[in-house]
């Protein structure tokens, strides 16, 4: 005992090398748990540890009495180290010539455990760990001084969090959870002797272990635990024997982690909202930072996830297009005004598991690689690094309001050949038969021939009339007002067309050729539902930490607030919206659709005010339709994302439109029916034109 205490002399200072006050407010990593919107309903968890820190108070005297038996039987005597305890262990020790008895305390447990946890290079834990006499010397100094410090009803809450249990589970709750599927308030004897005989050795004491030798280890440790408890006074014999006779009862359970436990159909949302936190700079200084944190930060997160609107959302598409079908059928939904995403549904499953997957669709893949179907964990709906779809005409709604913006009105009037030759590949434009050297595009329908106006325009979706718009406000405004409303250019190609020399230029662009992901067109087309606000699309409700208050950036700015800014005037979005409900059945409120729109089945479905626009691409190798109302606003699709060459045809195009509509109808029945507010008389017939009243339809 001299030796060592002159040695813990000479290296007092080297001991306090981590201040106690340090081991005093650290606190072990924890779980993050996520839940849907309800706060309720567990989205997911996330952990590095599976651990969720539990007061004392909370944690059955059983554990407690048990861990100080199985352990540390002087816990309440001693001051941080059991001086008999080294003593014996020294000799004990010297006898057997290598480490046979430890006498590390519960504090001094707890301070190695603290060490390991804070260590921030593989050295410093090995340094934390290592079988030395100087590591257990620094150990002995800082657990006096923590001590002085702390109760011991504080160390042996510290303790019972940062214990390892075997099976992933750090800590006591997760070890009642793993093990028996229930609290450590509801710990039994026999239970809590069992987890407190884990802690020496969990892998050589597991009573989850295949081997009848693992079973019997675990009870005979727990039967030590039991009589330790009997000898210490924290039993009758009575007890005891009942104790040790109770046979081992266990009640797995395995902790989801991350994405691929989630609910059925839930994994797609929980990925975006996984990529959506490594992006934020509030939650640290780069993706792997914040995603660190996300696994040990014991954070509390309500997700936007409505869980209602999720399942319709997934029985619309699963009943137009089953899981084995190389197409994928999705649609994402945002509520206008707030951005909140209140469900993404595909016909996938968020799994790695590909052996069981079809055929590769594209046959220069197929001897290789089997396809991302029914299992995949590729970002279908966005979120992600994918690059997503050509989204056809659903485009020509950043034309229609470039046009509104530069003062256009809805009634402008342009007369719509069956095909176009445009300028913006010959420079002018031409009466001349269509050449090699020229770009002239076509309507759909010869039916489309003639002079059109912006509501006849959007509802028939007549290309050429667009074509010619979209020539007259200039391409880049188009594709400005594209980045306005949240849309990001994630290819070579598209990067290239959309910058600033190429943009003047890009005339397709009007057509729907850029690609783009379900998540980002229902974000922009909220923002016109919205009267011009546009709020990015985020996954979150509120984040809120360890301590309970809530997660900001350093601006002091709730990560989870919403980020809304206008970027339309009121009156150039309702002046859109009233275009675009040509297209749903449900008539203008200003002006003459001329006609049926290619979507004039959705409003009879909705049965509310519902505008939006379909979108077919080149040969049909896409569909897509955005519907929105003032409460919610729903893109969906149908394309092949193994394969873009793989046509869905005219028989899968209505399928987005059909998901689209009976999900609107379906997730907003039982709410109160919001109108959309009509333009002024200036955007729908010109700024000099006499106002006039123009009454909403309902």
């Known amino acids: 005992m001299v030796a060592l205490t002159g040695v813990g002399v000479k290296r007092g200072t080297d001991a306090l090398a981590l201040p106690v006050g340090a081991l005093r407010s650290s606190l072990p990593a924890q779980t993050s748990h996520v839940y849907a919107a309800d706060g309720t309903t567990l989205l997911a968890q996330f952990y590095e540890e599976y651990r969720t820190y539990t007061t004392l108070d909370t944690v059955s005297p059983n554990i407690q009495k048990a861990i100080v038996a199985a352990e540390d039987a002087r816990f309440w005597e001693h001051h941080g180290v059991d001086f008999k305890g080294v003593a014996r262990a020294f000799v004990a020790n010297q006898k057997a010539g290598a480490v046979s008895q430890g006498a590390s305390t519960l504090t001094m447990q707890y301070v190695r455990n603290v060490l390991r946890d804070s260590a921030d290079t593989p050295a410093e834990v090995s340094e934390a760990t290592e079988q030395t006499g100087a590591r257990k010397l620094r150990e002995m100094k800082l657990a006096i001084e923590l001590e002085k410090h702390m109760s011991k009803t504080e160390i042996l809450e510290r303790y019972l969090n940062v214990a390892y249990f075997g099976h992933r589970a750090y800590g006591v709750l997760a070890a009642a959870e793993v093990y028996f599927s229930k609290r450590p308030a509801d710990l039994t004897v026999p239970e809590a002797a069992l987890l407190a005989g884990l802690v020496q050795a969990p892998s050589s004491y597991d009573p989850a272990g295949s081997s009848a030798a693992s079973v019997a280890s675990a009870t005979e440790r727990r039967d030590y635990v039991i009589d330790r408890m009997a000898d210490l006074g924290y039993l009758d014999a009575a007890a005891a024997v009942a104790a040790r006779a109770t046979p081992i009862a266990l009640k797995l359970s395995e902790p989801p982690n991350d994405c691929l436990a989630t609910q059925p159909g839930w994994g797609f949302f929980c990925a975006m909202f996984r990529s959506w936190w490594s992006s934020q700079p509030g939650l640290g200084a780069t993706p792997d930072e914040r995603l660190d944190r996300l696994r040990r930060g014991g954070y509390t997160v309500i997700t936007s996830l409505d869980p209602r609107i999720q399942a319709i959302a997934q029985a619309q598409v699963l009943k137009r297009e089953k899981t084995r079908s190389p197409y994928a059928l999705g649609q994402v939904a945002v509520e ?165 020399a190429k943009a003047k230029t890009w005339g397709a662009f009007t057509l729907g050729v850029a690609d783009t992901t379900p998540l980002e067109m229902a974000g922009a087309f909220a923002t016109v539902a919205a009267d011009g606000t546009h709020c990015e699309p985020i996954p979150v409700i509120s984040i809120r930490q360890v301590d309970g208050t809530e997660a900001v950036n350093a601006e002091g700015v709730p990560v989870a607030r919403p980020r809304c800014t206008q970027v339309l005037s009121p009156d150039v979005a309702r002046g859109a919206v009233d275009a675009a409900r040509c297209v749903t059945g449900f008539k203008a409120a200003t002006g003459d659709c001329g006609g049926g729109g290619t979507a004039s089945k959705v409003y009879p479905t909705v049965r509310r005010p519902v505008a939006g626009k379909s979108g077919t691409t080149d040969d049909n190798r896409a569909a897509w339709f955005v519907g929105m109302t003032p409460g919610l606003t729903i893109a969906g699709f149908i394309a092949d994302p193994d394969n873009p060459l793989h046509r869905v045809g005219p028989a899968n195009a209505g399928k987005p439109r059909e998901a689209v509509a009976e999900t609107l109808r379906d997730a907003l029945a039982g709410t109160a029916v919001r109108q959309f507010t009509p333009p002024s008389t200036a955007i729908a017939y010109g700024a000099n034109a006499k106002p006039r009243a123009f009454k909403p339809r309902r």
């Not at 968020?350 to 197929?366: T, V």
């Not at 309507?443 to 325009?457: D, I, K, L, V």
């Not at 200039?474 to 290819?491: C, D, I, K, P």
């Open 336 to 500: 206008p005004g707030t951005g909140l995403i209140r469900a993404m549904a595909v016909n996938r499953t968020y799994s790695l598991d590909r052996a069981s997957n079809g055929p590769h669709s594209d046959p220069r893949q197929r001897k290789r690689l089997r396809g991302n179907y029914p299992n995949t964990v590729n970002p279908l709906l966005g979120g992600g690094d994918m690059a997503g779809y050509q989204a056809g005409s659903t485009f020509k709604m950043f034309t229609l309001l470039a046009a509104l913006e530069q003062g256009m009105p809805l009634s402008t009037a342009i007369n719509s050949p069956k095909t176009f030759v445009s300028k913006y590949k010959t420079g002018r434009d031409s009466p001349a038969r269509c050449g090699t050297d020229s770009w002239c595009p076509s309507n759909a329908s010869s039916s489309m021939t003639g002079r059109q106006t912006m509501w006849s325009g959007f509802g028939k979706s007549v290309n050429t009339f667009f074509v010619q718009l979209e020539q007259r406000v200039g391409a880049e405004s188009a594709v400005r007002m594209a980045e306005r409303l949240g849309l990001h250019w994630r290819t070579g190609i598209d990067r290239l067309q959309a910058s600033p």
